[in-house]
């Protein structure tokens, strides 16, 4: 039995030998054998691939409409109606607390009641006053007014009877009937009754000129007192009444419907592991805060979040195929309709790439779908239905330029390509300035680990020093030389002197950013001389594999100083 053991133990051994000794060679000789892929024509999609979520582009906010009594003060939640519910317009929705407001109403009652008592009293004061002024005018003016002309034309009838008087003593007194003591008393006599006649012309003149003068001004002044007074109690009373109508109106905000159709969706906030607000029975809500939203199920959106280095691709207007996990495998169309200008906030706890909010409206909904689902968006970038296309993986660049390996029987042609766009997959071939590929030739699939197997033509030193000067003379005049067709070798055509692509590092963006992101990728610097694509290549300073205008003009401010040193 042992020795079974042993010879299972041994036979183990030498299997486990024999196959580390021929496992490594085999796999060289796998690693040696390149990788095949068919060159096909067909459909070329360049599709920008987002999750986003499901929202109504015409959404209504329910807000508590009752304004803080003080202090910060908050409205308790007492019903509100379940969520995901389809409602009408004028249906009943959220029913808030009112007591504190009906005890105000109530004492807001008394206090109209009795604003409204003080107002009819200062009425019925400034109807008073003016009753007195025509009393006076017409009344007590007059009547003293007459009494005072009757004294005066008492004091004057007695005036007469004393100078008559006087005068029959004077007769009497020189008959020698009277003596001087009597006339004297006589003479007395018509003294006073003068006296009293100026008196009585006196207080006619005082009631005249100054006592009913003085009298009308107070009388006067009595009226628009009142009147004044009365109009300060209307105010106070309307403002008591508008309290009323206020508290009143806040009552019935108490009680919320729905302006428009749509699905009720509670407005919870949730903040990390918190609930910061919960929309349920005795939750207390603030002025203003939102306590349901009502999307309109006919008008729903995607809103997605694009990465920055692909924000640039993505434009109002394109076509957008939209998938939701609540919907199966049911595909809608969308159309993209805006992208932000500025970047969605960020988070501590989140990288430092930058996100721009995409909205994507949605072509006719269906029925049943709801606001908050998570969505798939397809952004379609580019398309081409009938574009010759490589694996990515099978483009191999050197010298400023592109190629793919060919399998011709036993050997391999190396091949010089224009790649016209990507979509980080496969690339589509420019066919005009590419060397001939046909559909099903053969190309190696992982060009780089094959690089010894391509032949690739060299470039004239003369022209590469030319090429290095022209940039240095872009960049420190900005202007090309006039004999600059830098370039033409690469590109195969005629600029008229100067290179599209030297005019400057905005230009070489605008001449070879084929994916419109701002920025140029290994595959776009392809079209340029080795060295200069070497020098940008080493500008990548942030190290994102991406090269924007300002990396670009820094390297090509390298570029005179690499050709006074260069052999």
Known sequence: ???NLLGAVALIGVILLTAWYFLPSQQVATEEMPLLADVVRGLFEHVVLEQGEVESSNSVEIRCEVKSRGGGSSTTILDVISEGTLVKDGDWLVTLDSSTLEEERGRQKIMVNTSEAIMIQAEAVSETSKIARIEYLKGTFVQEEKTLLNEIYVAEDALKKSQLELQSARRLLAKGLLTDLQLEAQRFSVAKARNELDAAKTRLMVLR???KIKMVTELNSDIKAAEVKWLNEQDSHAEEVGKLAEIEAQIKKCRIVAPQA??????????GRSNEFIVEPGTPVREQQVIVRLPDPNHMQVKAKINEARVNLVRPGQAV???????GDQQLRGEVVKVNKYAEPGHWWRSTSKEYATYIHILDPPIGILTGLTAEARIHVERNESALQLPIQSVYEMGGRTFCLVQDGSRWTTREISVLSTNGKTVAINE?????????EKVVANARRHANK????????????????????????????ENDNSGDEVSGEKSSGR?????????????LDQDHDGKLSSAELAELPEPIRGGLAQADTNADGMIDQSEITKAMARFPQRQNTDP
Not at 432 to 440: A, F, K, N, P, Y
Request: no cysteine.
């Open 321 to 327: 195929t939209i998938r939701i996990d609540a919907l």
């Open 262 to 271: 749509g699905v009720v969706v509670y407005a919870n906030i949730q903040s």
């Open 1 to 3: 039995m042992l020795s």
């Open 432 to 440: 005009q300035r590419s060397d001939t590929l046909q559909t099903g």
């Open 499 to 511: 290179s599209a692509a030297m005019r400057s590092p905005r230009d070489m963006i605008q001449r």
């Open 209 to 211: 000129d100054y006592t």
């Open 454 to 481: 391509f032949t690739i033509p060299e470039v004239e030193r003369s022209v590469i020093d030319e090429r290095l000067a022209n940039v240095g003379r872009v960049v420190e005049t900005g202007e090309p030389s």
